[in-house]
């Protein structure tokens, strides 16, 4: 289990200083490192257009 950004990412940015891990890295869309995140939810909460899910 892990938090993944799909493609309606926007790359504002709100979501990186949020993660407790950091393991959120920028990009054209930003993507999150599987094996680091702790599924804390903390990144999905603040995006702004629901980017961020769940699998
Ligand atoms: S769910 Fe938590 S640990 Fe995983 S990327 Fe989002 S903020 Fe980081
Ligand atoms: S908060 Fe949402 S739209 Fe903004 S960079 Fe993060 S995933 Fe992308």
Not at 5 to 23: D, M, Q
């Amino acid at each position: 289990m892990a938090h993944k950004i799909t493609s309606k990412c926007t790359a504002c940015g709100t979501c990186l200083p949020e993660c407790p891990v950091e393991c959120i890295s920028e990009g054209n869309i930003y993507v999150i490192n599987a094996d680091a995140c702790i599924d804390c939810g903390a990144c999905a909460n603040v995006c702004p257009v629901d980017a961020i899910v769940a699998e």
